[in-house]
């Protein structure tokens, strides 16, 4: 199906189908990437049963938190430490995004956001955002974060996102978003598959530029 556009010119025409070939060879290659990472052989059994805390005070082990027949368990580390006093926003726009497709991923694999900080920093935190399908757990007297790069050995925080995936009873860590690591000129960029927020920007003729998300916006 070939597409025009009411007035447009030949010459945007002639560019428009050039980018639009362009589009179509990311998609491919987005695709190709996507095939390797499912061909990843196993990856590092989980050094132990991690215990997260709920709101309430009630504790949970990494183990429960696999939905009922389901092998696969993607955690997201939110950015929240113990002495914070205020989420971090980028995290923040992430997780809101995260919030509204949370059913839809549940519906193929288990999905968790953790903090360092305490459960009623949790609780605070998803109440303050109005998330109505995340609630955070609190890995506080865990090293979860700590042996997933979601916190660095001083307490800095991290936004990693860790896949794991359980094979007749073991947990293996499957996949992270380890361009986390990679140094970048501009915005940081290994979230950017999940977060419709930037792909958005980039559609405008402005682009994302030097935005950064707010916790609000007057």
């Known amino acids: 199906m070939s597409m025009t556009f009411p007035n447009e010119s030949a010459n945007y025409r002639a560019a428009r189908t050039r980018l639009l070939r362009a589009e179509a060879e990311l998609r491919q290659r987005t695709e190709d990437v996507a095939a390797l990472r499912r061909a990843l052989p196993p990856g590092g059994e ?128 499957f996949w992270s978003s380890e361009l986390l690591g990679r140094e970048w000129d501009n915005h940081p960029r290994h979230m950017d598959p999940a977060w419709p927020l930037w792909t958005f920007l980039d559609w405008s003729p402005a682009g994302r530029g030097d935005f950064f998300p707010a916790l609000d916006y007057d």
Not at 63 to 85: H, V
């Open 46 to 173: 989980v050094p132990e049963d991690y215990e997260f805390r709920r709101t309430g005070g009630q504790t949970t082990r990494m183990s429960d938190l696999f939905a009922t027949g389901q092998d696969t368990l993607a955690i997201y580390s939110f950015m929240l430490g113990p002495t914070a006093t205020a989420p971090c926003p980028m995290c923040a726009a992430f997780v809101d995004a995260l919030d509204g497709n949370a059913p839809h991923i549940r519906a193929r694999l288990s999905l968790q956001v953790v903090i360092s900080g305490s459960p009623a920093q949790a609780e605070a935190l998803a109440n303050g955002r109005g998330w109505r399908n995340i609630v955070p757990l609190s890995v506080t007297g865990s090293s979860y974060n700590r042996d997933y790069h979601g916190e660095a050995p001083d307490g800095s925080q991290w936004p990693m996102l860790n896949v794991f995936q359980r094979r007749e009873g073991i947990i293996r860590h």
